[in-house]
C-alpha cells in the first residue's frame, strides 16, 4: 500500500466516474467540500459532459432515502454511510475513515495515507481528474491540514509545474491580499500580539515606527504590496514583541499563492480563498461557493458580502464559548445551542484547542429535532475523534470522521446517553 497504489485506483475511479451518462455530484458544504466538488465539476465541463451539482450537510438516512431515484450519483466528501450500498451507480471521493458500503471508492485511508494530515477530498480529486491543484490546495488547508505534507505536498508540487500555485515562506496572518496594512495587524489574533491585535491606534503607531507606507496611489497597501526590506522589517517589529510571551515559530511559515486567480483579492492566497468558501457553505450558499471556484467574477462579488457576517459570527461564537467551556473530565464541553450556528460550532472549538490535549465537544441545535455535535482535538493527544463520535450510533444518531476533527448528529433527548459513551469511549481509548 502507499501513494502508487493510490494513483492507481483514482485512475481507475476516473474511468468510472466518465462512465457516467449524467451523473448527480453530491458534495459537501464545507470549504473541502465545496473545493472539491468544484474540482469534479471542472473535469466534467472541460470533457463537455452532462452532470448535475448538489450540496449536502451531511449524508444520512433521509438524504440517502432521498437519493434512491437517481441512477448515478458521485459522492464528494461524503458517502461514508453503509446504506449507500442500497443506491444505484455510485461513485464516492473522500478522505474519511471508511465505512464500506460495496461500492467504489477513491480513498487515501484504503492505501495506508493518513486522509486527516496527509490528504483532503480536494486532494483526492485533483489526483482523480488531474485539474485545479489550487482548488486541491485551498480545500487541504480549510480542512485544517497545513502543514501540507505527504500526498498534500506532491499535489503542492504538480500545482507549481502547472503554474496554479506559487509556494512562499512568509508571515502567515490572514489577509495578506485582502486587508489594509492596519487591519491585517490588528485583527489577527493567530498567533495573539499584545499591544497589537485588537488595536488599530497600536498597530498604526507600528507601522508609521517602522516608516512604512499606508498608501501608494490613494489606494491603501496591502501587505502584498510591501517590498523585501518592508516585510522584514514589519516581521522583526512582530517577533520583538511576540518573543517576551511565546515561541515565535507560528509566526511564519509556507504560504500559497494562486497566480491564475485574481490579483488583489481574498481567491489570491489560499488561505483566504478557503474562507470565502467556508462563508459560502455555512450560510446557506454552496452553489455560490462552486461559482467563486469556476472563476465566475459576479460570484466573488456577492460572496465577498458574507465574509463580515462570517468573521463576526466567528468572534462573537469565540467570546461566547470562552466564558463557558466546562470541564467534563474526559472532555471539554460547550452547550451553545442557540447561540453557535450548527456550521460554526467547529470552527469555534477548534480555536478553542490550545495546548489542550483533552478533546472539546460543541453542540449546536440541528434539524428536526436534533442537536449537532462538533468535536475537536490535538493529534498529540492519541484520541481518535472518529471513534468517539460513532458512539452517535448507540442513540440512534449519526457520526464519524477524523482523528482530530469528527461530528455527530444525535435525537436531542439522548444528549445526556451520548455524552457518557463518549467518555466511556476516551477512558478506553486512554487506558483507563
Known amino acids: 500500500m502507499g501513494f502508487e497504489e493510490f494513483i492507481l485506483a483514482a485512475k481507475e475511479a476516473k474511468r468510472i466516474a466518465f462512465s457516467f451518462a449524467d451523473p448527480l455530484i453530491v458534495h459537501h458544504y464545507d470549504a473541502d467540500g465545496i473545493s472539491s466538488g468544484a474540482i469534479v465539476k471542472a473535469a466534467f465541463v472541460n470533457e463537455n459532459r ?124 490572514y489577509g495578506r491580499y485582502s486587508r489594509p496594512l492596519v487591519q491585517f495587524l490588528a485583527y ?10 485588537y488595536n488599530e491606534g497600536n498597530a498604526l503607531r507600528m507601522l508609521m ?11 491603501d497597501r496591502r501587505y502584498a504590496d510591501l517590498n523585501s526590506k518592508e516585510k522584514k522589517h514589519l516581521i522583526s517589529g512582530i517577533a520583538e514583541i511576540v518573543s517576551r510571551r511565546r515561541d515565535i515559530r507560528s509566526l511564519v511559515g509556507d504560504v500559497y499563492e494562486l497566480p491564475k486567480r485574481p490579483n488583489k483579492s481574498m481567491l489570491r492566497d489560499a488561505n483566504e480563498f478557503s474562507t470565502v468558501l467556508n462563508a459560502c457553505g455555512r450560510h446557506g450558499k454552496p452553489e455560490l461557493g462552486i461559482a467563486v471556484c469556476m472563476g ?41 445551542r442557540g447561540v453557535v450556528d450548527e456550521g460554526l460550532v467547529g470552527i469555534v472549538c477548534g480555536m478553542l484547542l490550545h495546548g489542550s490535549l483533552k478533546p472539546i465537544l460543541g453542540i449546536s441545535i440541528g434539524e428536526e429535532n436534533t442537536i449537532k455535535v462538533s468535536s475537536r482535538v490535538n493529534k498529540a493527544s492519541g484520541i481518535n475523534l472518529g471513534k468517539v463520535m460513532g458512539c452517535a450510533e448507540k442513540v440512534k444518531g449519526v457520526g464519524g470522521g477524523h482523528v482530530v476533527a469528527a461530528g455527530a448528529n444525535i435525537p436531542s433527548e439522548k444528549l445526556n446517553e451520548f455524552l457518557i459513551y463518549c467518555g466511556e469511549n476516551i477512558r478506553e481509548q486512554r487506558g483507563f
Open 50 to 173: 452532462k452532470h448535475r451539482m448538489l450540496a449536502l450537510k451531511k449524508l444520512d438516512d433521509s438524504s440517502v432515502e432521498s437519493l434512491k431515484k437517481e441512477n448515478e450519483i458521485i459522492f464528494v466528501d461524503l458517502g461514508n454511510n453503509e446504506r449507500v450500498a442500497e443506491l444505484k451507480d455510485v461513485l464516492v471521493i473522500d478522505h474519511h475513515q471508511v465505512k464500506e458500503s460495496g461500492k467504489p471508492q477513491i480513498n487515501p485511508m484504503l492505501h495506508g495515507l493518513d486522509g486527516g494530515s496527509e490528504l483532503s477530498s480536494s486532494g483526492t480529486a485533483f489526483f482523480t481528474f488531474g485539474n485545479n491543484a489550487d482548488l486541491g490546495v485551498v480545500g487541504a488547508l480549510g480542512d485544517m491540514q497545513y502543514p501540507l505534507q505527504g500526498a498534500n505536498a506532491k499535489m503542492v508540487e504538480e500545482g507549481i509545474a502547472k503554474g496554479e500555485v506559487k509556494q512562499e515562506f512568509d508571515l502567515r496572518f
Open 188 to 197: 489577527n489574533d493567530e498567533p495573539y500580539v499584545p499591544g497589537i491585535s
Open 209 to 219: 515606527d517602522l516608516g512604512i507606507e499606508l498608501k501608494k496611489a490613494e489606494r
Open 296 to 336: 465566475e467574477e459576479t460570484a466573488y462579488l456577492e460572496a465577498s458580502a458574507f465574509i463580515l457576517l462570517h468573521k463576526r459570527m466567528i468572534r462573537e461564537g469565540i467570546e461566547f464559548a470562552g466564558k463557558n467551556v466546562v470541564d467534563l473530565g474526559p472532555f471539554l464541553f460547550l452547550d451553545a
